[in-house]
């Protein structure tokens, strides 16, 4: 059975920075795309970040562009989301999903295993 969790979040001064970790149990993600969404209250979830299965691939949201990092050690079969420059903005529940079938590029919407996500709060 694949489990997907998620860890690293917390409270964070604005300007500040956190590292979220997504470990996998059940599937190696060296053969799956994976990607990182977030939902904030009152907000449906979105996409922050995803990596092709190659890891040759990456797409980042533009409100994240240049601050948020995807990436995945596939000898610890995790993935990590780096977040500088926090803002107050940033503040959700953020996900981690492994895609359902192997060798795909990153897609949103494609099936996927979920996480019950971590929770990232940006406030002074």
């Known amino acids: 059975q694949v489990q997907v969790a998620e860890s690293g979040g917390g409270l964070v001064q604005p300007g500040g920075s956190l590292r979220l970790a997504c470990r996998v149990s059940?599937?190696?993600?060296?053969?799956?795309?994976v990607g990182w969404f977030r939902q904030a209250p009152g907000k449906e979830r979105g996409v922050v970040a995803g990596?092709?299965?190659?890891?040759?691939?990456?797409t980042t949201a533009d409100p994240v562009k240049g601050r948020f990092t995807i990436s995945k050690d596939n000898a610890e079969n995790t993935v990590y989301l780096q977040m500088n420059s926090l803002k107050p903005e940033d503040t959700a529940v953020y996900y981690c999903?492994?895609?359902?079938?192997?060798?795909?590029?990153?897609?949103?919407?494609?099936?996927?295993?979920w996480g019950q996500g971590t929770q990232v709060t940006v406030s002074s």
């Open positions: 999903k492994v895609d359902q079938y192997p060798h795909g590029l990153f897609h949103p919407s494609s099936r996927g295993i």
């Open positions: 059940g599937r190696t993600v060296s053969t799956y795309a």
């Open positions: 990596m092709s299965w190659d890891g040759r691939r990456t």
